[in-house]
């Protein structure tokens, strides 16, 4: 008696590089440590609300990395809840550095640089929702959604129904003192 083995569904993720990005990548490392981990909503605001001129940059990264995600999800015919996207990785490696000089007292010239950046994230599907996803039977994309869809609204009802008898129950308890 062989069994058939479980569907392993494999989390979506979507990568975004941004490539010469004319920052300093220290300066970049600063802001892209605040969205390491964090979930796709949260981790644009915290980019929105960030006072450094790097976090425009991240943004559109981080935004494309999303719409990536979104478009890998549509072509395989599958849901994805956008919520449960969070970062999975992100890096900010440095690029070429651009040499230059500026003239100094005396006749001598004082070199500096211009440094630059390249700015990867990658946005992943928390592994819960991977699973929800395979065990969805493969119908058609409009289909899933709507299996989908009905699937959530029922576990709403269930959560709204318990609610409801927890505040029934709080009112006897209220009663009887």
Do not use: W
Not at 21 to 30: D, I, N, T, W
Not at 32 to 54: C, M, Q
Request: with cysteine; hydrophobic share 35%; aromatic share 2%.
């Amino acid at each position: 008696m062989a069994t058939e083995p479980l569907p392993i569904a494999q989390p979506l993720e979507g990568v975004a590089i941004a490539r010469y990005v004319r920052v300093s990548p220290q300066k970049a490392r600063l802001v892209i440590d605040l969205i390491r981990g964090e979930g796709a909503e949260r981790a644009l605001t915290v980019l929105r609300t960030a006072r450094k001129r790097v976090s425009r940059d991240i943004e559109k990264v981080l935004r494309s990395a999303i719409a990536n995600v979104q478009r890998k999800a549509e072509d395989s015919g599958s849901s994805l809840d956008v919520d449960r996207l969070y970062v999975s990785r992100c890096a900010v490696d440095p690029g070429p550095v651009l040499k230059r000089f500026r003239g100094a007292p005396f006749g001598r010239a004082h070199g500096y640089v211009h440094r630059t950046s390249h700015i990867s994230v990658v946005v992943a599907e928390h592994a819960g929702s991977a699973v929800e996803r395979a065990q969805v039977p493969k119908t058609t994309r409009g289909k899933m959604r709507k299996a989908l869809e009905t699937a959530r609204q029922q576990q709403q009802a269930k959560v709204e129904k318990k609610k409801k008898v927890e505040k029934k129950l709080k009112k006897r308890n209220k009663r009887s003192e």
